[in-house]
């Protein structure tokens, strides 16, 4: 049963909340100017670049590029760095990282569980370079993590833990060495276009949802797409190479702590350097097969923020010669770039590829491939997915010869026996059968605002304002469509307090901190006026008082219905 709402007007409340990976703020030692000189210092082994390069260039062309070198090592919490007692029961641990002429430093966690209100950071020496604060947002299932590359050869990190904080834990497993500048941007060969030149501006949506993952313990990088599914659903799946995935011997359903980094891309069609910053981390591998060299993942750690803008290709499944078209990238580390060929593609026969998995483009009219652009997305005319990219023919990448075999969507749709090694079972989980779909925008955008109130034994009934970014609703009637779905808490501030009884039947109060994501189990029972009445049991959570507002951000989609139209038609709000 759908429930209806017609507004009038709208109350926008606030801006809209957004999920963040870090909380983008300014670390302690930076702020109070803390001496950094008696900091312990760990030098990492100096790297034998030259030999690296070699390896490099005698690598198969269906290997993800390598751009670091990962030194093992077992820094933590007690055998390394030092801790500082700020007074007020607050603790600062530091710690500084050289590699002796990286380009930038990244490291992988294999221990990492912060505390409810500890912040880490990691900055350069000069502190013009600055990532986190990481919070307990970030832990995961299984404790790994990794934090994305720090310009400079010379880092420091450092943990911040508030009163009260305890269990912490930090190792670092590896500290990575950049010897290829996966901030060089401008080290792509001089026949690539940047994706916004004017004359792409078509393409504005699905370059949003391309994306470069750093693999491998951040050592090795490739490129992909997030893509839509048949039931519009909000979940992460990121169409990338098989190659990407299976050179590291990872399987479906193995959980991997790879770091995903949007909109890294020139703001104009010249070469300027793009934001680094708008990363997310973890991904689950749902289903991969070689034989059209496809690998379908799911960023399931983290949700993506609202804030990178990013956008869900569609895809065709319909094996048919696309007339024209394009591909878009990540060359050679660098900013994203966009590809074009006018010609028919054709099937690809060519190394013992299986009939029909695969499409080949002879030559680009206009820009090309190359190391780093594995797993990116091939558009047909109709800005639809139409497969991912395996490999070059060969030849340079500015040659007019230079080609790219891509593997087939529609060859990978349903050629596999299992869920495992074939797209639809994910894509198309009720079996439409459709042959193909359109994009769409991230779902992330109605927000419930919640007043005060006491929430009792694990169960109550919440009442709060229905605000949906801005939109102009006076003309429409919303549906929201039941998913049976986890509905999230996002914590925006003021921080607000969950209130419990200890075992001696003592209050205990400590803040729910800013960033940090609860989830509700989802059963929306009303929704009249301007307001939606939302029932819920809370997970894990007993006798919790509200005491500040909060915002309740709800991850299913919102449906409006036009009036106007005739016959009337539903349509779903841009974000």
Not at 134 to 152: A, K, L, M, R
Not at 221 to 229: F, Q, T, V
Not at 419 to 446: F, V
Request: glycine letters at 6%; charged letters at 20%.
């Amino acid at each position: 049963m759908k429930q209806s709402i017609r507004y009038f007007g709208i109350i926008v409340l606030f801006t809209i909340i957004q999920a963040q990976v870090s909380t983008n703020e300014t670390p302690y030692g930076i702020i109070h100017n803390l001496n950094r000189s008696a900091i312990p210092v760990a030098i990492m082994p100096v790297v034998n670049v030259d030999s690296l390069i070699i390896e490099d260039a005698i690598e198969s062309m269906d290997t993800p590029m390598r751009f670091a070198y990962a030194h093992p090592t077992q820094f933590n919490l007690t055998n390394s760095g030092l801790w500082k007692d700020l007074g007020n029961d607050e603790r600062l641990w530091r710690m500084k990282i050289s590699s002796p002429g990286a380009y930038s430093i990244s490291l992988v966690y294999s221990h990492y569980q912060l505390p409810v209100g500890a912040k880490l950071s990691i900055y350069n020496e000069n502190g013009t370079h600055i990532i986190g604060a990481f919070t307990d947002y970030n832990n995961t299932p299984n404790g790994e993590f990794s934090t994305q590359p720090v310009q400079g050869e010379n880092i420091i990190v450092e943990l911040f833990l508030p009163p009260g904080a305890s269990g912490e834990l930090l190792e670092i497993a590896h500290v990575v060495h950049d010897y290829r500048n996966i901030f060089g941007y401008g080290d792509s060969e001089s026949c690539n276009i940047n994706v916004n030149c004017t004359e792409w501006a078509d393409w504005s949506d699905q370059k949003r949802s391309v994306a470069m993952i750093l693999l491998g313990n951040n050592t090795r990088w490739c490129s992909g797409a997030l893509i839509n599914n048949t039931e519009n659903e909000d979940i992460q799946y990121f169409l990338t190479a098989e190659h990407c995935v299976d050179y590291f011997g990872y399987e479906p359903g193995d959980q991997v702590n790879w770091i995903t980094m949007f909109n890294y891309e020139s703001p104009s069609c010249n070469n300027e350097d793009g934001p680094t910053n708008q990363t997310v981390q973890g991904m689950i591998i749902r289903a991969m097969n070689s034989s059209s060299d496809f690998a379908l993942l799911e960023i399931n750690n983290e949700t993506i923020p609202l804030d990178y803008d990013v956008f869900y290709s569609g895809w065709s499944r319909e094996d048919i010669l696309a007339s024209n078209v394009v591909g878009i990238h990540h060359p050679a580390n660098d900013i994203k770039k966009i590809a074009f060929d006018s010609d028919p593609i054709s099937l690809n026969y060519a190394w013992d590829y299986l009939p029909n998995s695969h499409w080949y483009v002879e030559n680009w009219d206009i820009g090309t491939t190359e190391g780093g652009s594995s797993g990116s997305p091939l558009y047909n005319s109709n800005y639809r997915i139409i497969g991912q990219d395996h490999s070059g023919n060969g030849y340079a990448p500015c040659d007019v010869l230079k080609g790219t075999h891509y593997g087939s969507f529609a060859y990978s749709w349903d050629h596999g026996n299992s869920s495992t090694n074939r797209l639809k079972d994910w894509i198309d989980p009720n079996n439409t059968d459709l042959q193909y779909i359109d994009g769409r925008e991230n779902l992330d955008i109605a927000q419930v605002y919640l007043t005060n109130r006491l929430v009792g034994e694990e169960q109550s009934n919440l009442h709060g304002t229905l605000s949906l970014d801005n939109q102009n609703t006076s003309e429409y009637e919303y549906y929201r469509e039941p998913s049976g779905s986890l509905v999230e808490i996002v914590i925006s501030d003021p921080y607000f307090i969950k209130t419990y009884l200890d075992v001696d039947g003592d209050y205990i109060h400590n803040q729910w901190a800013s960033s940090s994501k609860y989830f509700l189990e989802n059963s929306i029972s009303s929704i009249s006026d301007q307001n939606i009445d939302a029932f819920y049991k809370l997970q894990n959570t007993v006798n919790i008082s509200v005491h500040h507002p909060i915002a309740l951000q709800l991850h299913d989609p919102w449906y409006l219905e036009n009036p106007d139209a005739e016959p009337a038609e539903w349509v779903q709000p841009d974000a």
